[in-house]
């Protein structure tokens, strides 16, 4: 590729200041120099997520049992979601090196419209990004139950469907007798986190008190992943009593019995760490990806502007291109370490 | 002012059009590696869930997960960045000072995991 790299030149005038030892321009060197320490962030976190997963004695969550949702779609779709990320990210990335490639040939239009088509995927992978993001702080169905005994356990099955609530007790906007129909699961999900949830009565913002219309859930399968006194991890309890022991702890009237999605004091899905460096090292590669979008939008200025045909080359598309290609490959080792093993 | 004493490395970048067929069909080809890697992983991740192979597979799974990593991110770096392209050493100055930090910092760190993974079980309960 460059031309210098294939010529022999002796070692005085290559290290004695007249050229560079590398043949590379200032530029590019020093945008490698960035990537490098860069990379040693990226790899301090990773490698700190691992540090924490290994001294933890509880069971770590599982990347399949964690992420196995899609948009507009129920069911369960493991890890389809985050491969489609990666497959995003890996395509914006082969567009990217096609624009550098375009670029030595001096062809304006091709580098235009690869460049363009970088950035469509970036602005893709950070709004995917954002979904899961979302989807992660929401949460699930049923959350991660409390069980009597105090062992914690993540909850798979069918969500039984809430048809409404019936005013028992009157509040400041409810009458009794009124029966609610908007924004059930909501209000629901957020009265059993909060314990305004008892004997299927839940108590709503305004103060009244309502009969909860809602059918059963079934095929529950309660997974303990935090030891309690009565199960150790990895037994499983299934059928009725699974349905008792969670029914059990919806009607407790206790706060935090289920907790649902995750913030920065807990998460369902696993250790409070987990979710923390879940937000980190996602949200910082997120905000990497985004940085890059905008910085390859300025060059795609450049490029429609004619700057760089001027300058007779299209380095600066090369330099930009580097720090593309890096924010993938930190997605790389991401998917692995988060999702995967 | 013009300077005779700076070499612009910048434009010795420019390649012809036929090598531009070459390069392009190398671009393609490493897409295509790097995307069946990515189906590869995931479909073993969807079909050997961990909660449902013995240990020893799940631990020879994870190994290879790092390895196809590895794999990926030479492909990236080497082919798309182009640091396989790049002089010797320019390579070795970019890599040598990353390998020695992380691998260190990996076997530093996982060992102390464990160390305090078997204090605590020991005397925490």
Redesign the interface.
């Given at each position: 590729m460059a031309g210098h790299a294939s010529k022999q030149i002796d070692a005085k005038t290559l290290w004695g200041g007249k050229m560079s030892p590398f043949s590379t321009s200032y530029g590019k060197l020093m945008m490698w120099f960035f990537l490098v320490s860069d990379a040693l962030t990226f790899s301090g976190l990773l490698i700190s997520y691992g540090f924490t997963r290994h001294d933890y004695l509880g069971s770590w969550p599982i990347g399949e049992e964690t992420f196995h949702s899609l948009p507009f779609l129920d069911g369960n779709y493991p890890l389809i979601y985050v491969a489609l990320m990666t497959f995003i990210l890996i395509v914006s990335s082969v567009t990217m090196v096609l624009a550098v490639e375009a670029g030595h040939r001096m062809n304006k239009k091709q580098v235009t419209k690869w460049l363009a088509l970088t950035i469509v995927g970036g602005f893709f992978f950070v709004g995917s990004q954002a979904w899961e993001w979302s989807h992660f702080i929401h949460g699930t169905e049923f959350g991660r139950v409390e069980l009597a005994d105090g062992s914690q356990a993540i909850v798979k099955g069918n969500f039984g469907e809430i048809k409404n609530f019936e005013v028992t007790v009157a509040g400041h906007h409810h009458a009794v007798g009124d029966k609610i129909t908007e924004d059930l699961k909501h209000e629901y999900t957020h009265a059993v986190a909060e314990g305004h949830v008892h004997n299927e009565i839940i108590t709503l913002h305004d103060g009244s008190q309502a009969k909860i219309n809602k059918a059963a859930n079934t095929d529950l399968i309660l997974d303990i992943k935090e030891f309690g006194g009565k199960y150790k991890i990895g037994d499983k309890i299934e059928g009725a009593e699974a349905v008792a022991m969670y029914e059990e702890a919806v009607n407790s009237g206790e706060k935090n019995r289920i907790i649902y999605g995750a913030n920065m004091k807990q998460n369902e899905y696993g250790p409070q760490h987990y979710g923390q460096f879940f937000f980190f090292i996602t949200g910082f590669h997120g905000f990497h990806v985004f940085s890059g979008v905008m910085i390859n939008l300025i060059i795609l200025f450049g490029v429609i502007g004619g700057v760089y045909h001027k300058r007779g080359h299209y380095e600066m598309v090369e330099k930009t291109g580097l720090y593309w290609h890096f924010v993938d490959l930190v997605w790389v080792f991401v998917f692995t370490f988060f999702y995967l093993v | 002012m013009l300077r005779d004493?700076i070499?612009?490395?910048?434009?010795?970048?420019?390649?012809?059009?036929e090598e531009?067929v070459k390069?392009?069909k190398t671009?393609?080809k490493v897409?295509a590696i790097?995307?069946i890697i990515?189906?590869l992983?995931?479909a073993v991740?969807?079909m050997f869930?961990?909660?449902a192979v013995s240990e020893g597979v799940w631990t020879a799974i994870?190994i290879s997960?790092?390895v196809?990593?590895l794999v990926?991110?030479a492909y990236?770096?080497l082919?798309?960045?182009?640091l396989g392209?790049?002089?010797k050493?320019?390579r070795y100055?970019?890599l040598v000072?990353?390998f020695i930090?992380?691998l260190y910092?990996?076997f530093v760190?996982?060992n102390?995991?464990?160390a305090?993974?078997a204090a605590?079980?020991q005397y925490?309960s």
């Amino acid at each position: 590729m460059a031309g210098h790299a294939s010529k022999q030149i002796d070692a005085k005038t290559l290290w004695g200041g007249k050229m560079s030892p590398f043949s590379t321009s200032y530029g590019k060197l020093m945008m490698w120099f960035f990537l490098v320490s860069d990379a040693l962030t990226f790899s301090g976190l990773l490698i700190s997520y691992g540090f924490t997963r290994h001294d933890y004695l509880g069971s770590w969550p599982i990347g399949e049992e964690t992420f196995h949702s899609l948009p507009f779609l129920d069911g369960n779709y493991p890890l389809i979601y985050v491969a489609l990320m990666t497959f995003i990210l890996i395509v914006s990335s082969v567009t990217m090196v096609l624009a550098v490639e375009a670029g030595h040939r001096m062809n304006k239009k091709q580098v235009t419209k690869w460049l363009a088509l970088t950035i469509v995927g970036g602005f893709f992978f950070v709004g995917s990004q954002a979904w899961e993001w979302s989807h992660f702080i929401h949460g699930t169905e049923f959350g991660r139950v409390e069980l009597a005994d105090g062992s914690q356990a993540i909850v798979k099955g069918n969500f039984g469907e809430i048809k409404n609530f019936e005013v028992t007790v009157a509040g400041h906007h409810h009458a009794v007798g009124d029966k609610i129909t908007e924004d059930l699961k909501h209000e629901y999900t957020h009265a059993v986190a909060e314990g305004h949830v008892h004997n299927e009565i839940i108590t709503l913002h305004d103060g009244s008190q309502a009969k909860i219309n809602k059918a059963a859930n079934t095929d529950l399968i309660l997974d303990i992943k935090e030891f309690g006194g009565k199960y150790k991890i990895g037994d499983k309890i299934e059928g009725a009593e699974a349905v008792a022991m969670y029914e059990e702890a919806v009607n407790s009237g206790e706060k935090n019995r289920i907790i649902y999605g995750a913030n920065m004091k807990q998460n369902e899905y696993g250790p409070q760490h987990y979710g923390q460096f879940f937000f980190f090292i996602t949200g910082f590669h997120g905000f990497h990806v985004f940085s890059g979008v905008m910085i390859n939008l300025i060059i795609l200025f450049g490029v429609i502007g004619g700057v760089y045909h001027k300058r007779g080359h299209y380095e600066m598309v090369e330099k930009t291109g580097l720090y593309w290609h890096f924010v993938d490959l930190v997605w790389v080792f991401v998917f692995t370490f988060f999702y995967l093993v | 002012m013009l300077r005779d004493d700076i070499i612009e490395y910048s434009l010795e970048g420019h390649h012809s059009e036929e090598e531009g067929v070459k390069l392009r069909k190398t671009i393609w080809k490493v897409t295509a590696i790097l995307t069946i890697i990515t189906a590869l992983e995931v479909a073993v991740g969807i079909m050997f869930p961990k909660s449902a192979v013995s240990e020893g597979v799940w631990t020879a799974i994870k190994i290879s997960y790092i390895v196809l990593t590895l794999v990926k991110a030479a492909y990236i770096v080497l082919s798309f960045m182009h640091l396989g392209d790049e002089r010797k050493a320019m390579r070795y100055v970019i890599l040598v000072p990353y390998f020695i930090f992380a691998l260190y910092l990996i076997f530093v760190l996982i060992n102390e995991g464990n160390a305090i993974f078997a204090a605590l079980t020991q005397y925490a309960s």
